[in-house]
């Protein structure tokens, strides 16, 4: 991709864009790549500052992962979303690990982690806008270990069901009960039994490739 097209893209994405020289816009420019995950690609596993990632098309998803393997979603990244933490050597006080998969086929604009941290020692427009771009993300996180921590597992199943399905805009949402089970941090056998409870109170139908919602309001009434 040539520097220009990445200049129309970050004057877009960036609200500092238009504050920084021409000097540090080409030399941001200069150090960007575009890539294509392919679907489960690990991106990045905490060990190496990545850089900073713009998706671009596509689905990546950050998460924790325990000694024992098991992992926690904390959050989704979307088209026009930006990755942060996967660049540690910019957010320095970001001290545990991170892991970011392509759920999708994803398309991501990628700035070298070194390059965006020494433009940013020069702007403090750049700071200001990595540390509202991480700390935003940890309302997400937060509201994760609240449910996780704090909430029965229907509640929880209701909560993602009717968020999912706000997201792609559909009652039919694609998910296994596996990757179900690996947003909400939980177990495939939990998530499989407390949809089949569902199922039998008329509230969704289930199939080993998605879950279909039958009754929003019901459903919703589990979430208060």
Same mark, same amino acid.
Not at 206 to 216: C, E, M, N, P
């Given at each position: 991709?040539?520097?220009?097209?990445?200049?129309?893209?970050? !004057?877009?994405?960036f609200?500092?864009?238009?504050?920084? $020289?021409?000097?540090?816009?080409?030399?941001?420019?200069?150090?960007?790549?575009?890539?294509?995950?392919? %679907?489960?690609?690990?991106?990045?596993?905490?060990?190496?500052?990545? +850089?900073?990632?713009?998706?671009? $098309?596509? #689905? &990546?998803?950050?998460?924790i992962? $325990?000694?024992?393997?098991?992992?926690?979603?904390?959050?989704?990244l979307?088209k026009?979303?930006?990755?942060?933490?996967?660049?540690? #050597?910019?957010?320095?006080?970001?001290?545990?690990?991170?892991?970011?998969?392509?759920? *999708?086929d994803?398309?991501?604009?990628?700035?070298?982690?070194?390059? =965006?941290?020494?433009?940013?020692? %020069?702007n403090?427009?750049i700071r200001? =806008?990595?540390? *509202? /771009?991480?700390?935003?993300? =940890?309302?997400?996180?937060?509201?994760?270990?609240?449910?996780?921590?704090f909430?029965?597992?229907?509640? !929880?199943?209701?909560?993602?069901?009717?968020?999912?399905?706000? !997201?792609i805009g $559909?009652d039919?949402?694609? &998910? /296994?009960?596996?990757?179900?089970?690996?947003?909400?941090?939980?177990?495939?056998?939990?998530?499989?039994?407390?949809?089949?409870?569902?199922?039998?109170?008329?509230?969704?139908?289930?199939?080993? +490739? +998605?879950?279909?919602?039958?009754?929003? %309001? %019901?459903? !919703?009434?589990?979430?208060?």
């Amino acid at each position: 991709m040539s520097e220009s097209k990445f200049e129309s893209i970050y !004057r877009e994405n960036f609200p500092f864009w238009d504050k920084i $020289s021409d000097g540090d816009r080409e030399y941001i420019c200069q150090n960007s790549h575009c890539v294509t995950y392919p %679907r489960g690609k690990n991106i990045h596993d905490g060990s190496e500052c990545s +850089g900073v990632i713009l998706v671009r $098309s596509g #689905c &990546l998803r950050l998460y924790i992962m $325990s000694e024992e393997g098991k992992d926690i979603t904390l959050y989704r990244l979307q088209k026009g979303d930006l990755c942060m933490l996967s660049a540690s #050597c910019v957010l320095e006080a970001v001290t545990f690990d991170v892991f970011v998969d392509a759920e *999708e086929d994803s398309e991501c604009c990628v700035v070298s982690g070194p390059a =965006f941290g020494a433009v940013s020692k %020069r702007n403090p427009d750049i700071r200001i =806008f990595a540390l *509202e /771009t991480a700390v935003s993300r =940890f309302s997400d996180v937060m509201w994760v270990m609240q449910q996780i921590l704090f909430m029965s597992m229907d509640k !929880r199943l209701a909560i993602f069901l009717l968020d999912e399905s706000a !997201r792609i805009g $559909s009652d039919t949402i694609g &998910l /296994t009960h596996g990757q179900i089970a690996r947003y909400m941090g939980s177990a495939r056998e939990v998530v499989s039994r407390m949809l089949k409870y569902f199922a039998g109170e008329g509230m969704v139908e289930a199939s080993r +490739g +998605g879950v279909t919602i039958l009754d929003k %309001r %019901r459903l !919703r009434s589990l979430t208060l």
